[in-house]
Structures are given as C-alpha cells and as structure tokens.
C-alpha cells in the first residue's frame, strides 16, 4: 500500500493506492493559522502516524522540494516534510522522494505539463473520481502513482 | 527540566539544563551522509525521543532559522526542525523557539556578540565544563538557558 504526500502547512494531499490503477481514498490534512508552528506540525505528524497504521501502508511517496522563490514559505514546507518523514520512521515506512520534474515525466511523459495535464492523465490512469477535485489530493495521487509507475518499471527491467 | 537543541544534520547539539545555573549533561546527535535523508532525521526524532524520556524533559528551547545565504543547506535543517518538533509533540513536550538575535542578547546583552563572547558568558554562568568544547552542544546550552532566562523574567514581571 502507498500514501502518496503533497507537503504543505496549511493543506497536505494525501491518497492511499494499492496499484497504480485503483484509488482507494485521498484527502487533505488541514492546520489553522491560529495554532503555533510546532503544533501544527505535530499534529500533521500524528496524522501521518494515523493513516499509516489505518491502512496499512508499506512505502510513503512525496514531492521533493527545491529551492523556492519564496524561501520563507519553502522553509515552513521543509519543516512539514521533516515531520512526515519522522512520522514515516515511527511507523516503519520507507520513504520516496520524487522532484516535480520526475512527476510530470512520469505521469505525462512531459516535463513541462502544467496542473491541468497531470491532472487529465491521473483521471485517465483512475477514471473519474469526485475525490480528485481537492488538488492537494490530487498532486498527492500523483505522487503515488509516480511511485508505483516507477517500481513497476524497476520490477520489469 | 530544559531541553536545549542546535538543529544540524550531520551535527545536532544538545543540552539538559534542570535550572540556568546548572548543565545536567550535553551531547551531539550525528548521522552519516553514507544514510538515505529520511533515515538520518528518523534517527534524530528518535534520539530526541528517546531524550526527552530519559531526562523526563518538559520544554524544548530550539534556536530557529531564518533566511540563510545557502538555501540547499537551511531547507536541510528546516527538515531536520521538523523532525524533532515532531519528537517533541510525540512526547508531550512544549517547544520554544528563539532567533539568534534573541540568544545573542539573552546570552550576552549584545545582539553582535561572536561564537566566542557567547561560550564566554556560558561558561561564566555554568563554571568551566569539559562537556562544553563541542560547539554544537555549547549553542544547545545556551539555546536551553536563553529559555531558562526568559521565563524567569516573565516570572519576575
């Protein structure tokens, strides 16, 4: 089972797959303003421990961060990502991290798709699904779906 | 008890002070680069687990991290930061956040202070202590006594 993660403060995509053809459920963990720094990100870290143990994941597939225009906001995000990971380690799942690059190749074979693109072909790859409308969800899908995109080419060479 | 924190990768300090003139004991967490990232900072939410419970810690002061000249270098600790806020929250631990203007000034009175004035005043507060020759966990101390000093104003006020 995979959790494919979008990293984020406020809103983190989340989207368990069992293959790269079935969606089984995704969301998005939300935090408020209002709590301070390391609450949110303790709570987003226990929210990770949750769905790892509810279903069962083996592996964690997250969008990897790159140096940002806005440092301020990537250094928060960076901060969300050391959480998830720790929550990772807690839960014994091993982590991948894929660049937005390696995302869109993977999933449209074309690395300047915009958000739409991706999402086209995550719809096509799963059907619709009313679960997709949240696009931290989605971006979450494809990070999972890069993943098993990945494995499974790893699997027949 | 306090617990002070240097975050670093390769070098996290550490510090358990009981009161701001005592140092109970300090250390360096180390991971090596020959690990994978995830594995590194679930090593270090572990070990600050693990400290936290040994020391029955029940504040963490962590020196916070601002707009640095190399960004590959501050989005690596920002994830190691997020890592241990979630070692934090995982053990029930509340966590304080100081810039390095606020321990310059806490530490020595003088926002310009260098590394050396600030190991100066540390050692004059705590006495001479071998444990202090490593400069990562002598930044945890003052981190932790940065704390320790604040909320003994507030308790004055």
Chains 1, 2 share one sequence.
Not at 4 to 9: E, S
Not at 17 to 46: E, F, H, I, M, W
Not at 50 to 63: G, H
Not at 127 to 142: I, M, P, S
Request: proline share 2%; aromatic share 6%; hydrophobic share 45%.
């Amino acid at each position: 089972m995979v959790l494919g993660i979008d990293p984020g403060l406020a809103s983190c995509g989340w989207a368990i797959l069992p293959d790269s053809k079935t969606l089984s459920v995704c969301g998005c963990l939300v935090t408020t303003r209002a709590d301070d720094l390391s609450n949110r990100l303790g709570q987003l870290y226990q929210q990770v421990v949750d769905l790892c143990q509810k279903y069962r994941v083996e592996e964690l597939a997250i969008e990897s961060l790159f140096f940002a225009k806005n440092t301020k906001t990537a250094l928060l995000v960076a901060q969300v990502m050391g959480a998830i990971k720790a929550a990772a380690y807690h839960s014994g799942v091993r982590v991948f991290e894929y660049t937005p690059l390696q995302i869109k190749i993977a999933i449209t074979g074309y690395g300047r798709a915009d958000k739409n693109q991706i999402a086209a072909m995550v719809k096509q790859e799963l059907g619709e699904n009313d679960q997709l409308v949240n696009n931290h969800a989605a971006d979450a899908v494809a990070a999972a779906l890069t993943h098993l995109f990945t494995m499974r080419k790893d699997q027949l060479v």
